[in-house]
């Protein structure tokens, strides 16, 4: 089983538990949700900025029901409305205020292919 560096921080959560997975099966062929974990994990500080969390990324995308490839157009497409899927607390129902511009953002993109 390949030992992957989770910080102290993320130990424990759902996250976690998901870039073990995608570290255990591969990026090809673990679930999506670990896909989108590794993803993040491996690039948000680089193509967001240095104060991106990629846990909060992940769990605001998982708490919206973005996939792995919807999450990759979103950040691509609109950097300032992917980071805010960091401030949605997980807790509470979600907002819908930014589950409509991030479904919106997607909506455009996909239009335009």
Excluded: Y
Excluded at 54 to 74: P, S
């Amino acid at each position: 089983m390949p030992k992957v560096k989770i910080r102290e921080c993320d130990k424990g959560t759902k996250f976690a538990a998901a870039l073990q997975r995608e570290a255990d099966q591969g990026a090809g062929r673990c679930d999506d949700a670990a896909a989108m974990a590794g993803f993040l994990e491996s690039c948000a500080q680089t193509l967001l900025g240095p104060g991106v969390s990629a846990r909060l990324l992940w769990d605001g995308a998982q708490h919206v029901g973005l996939t792995n490839l919807e999450m990759c157009r979103l950040i691509n497409d609109a950097p300032n409305v992917a980071t805010e899927l960091m401030w949605i607390e997980t807790d509470r129902p979600l907002p819908r205020g930014i589950a409509r511009k991030v479904r919106a953002h997607l909506k455009e993109g996909r239009d335009h292919e």
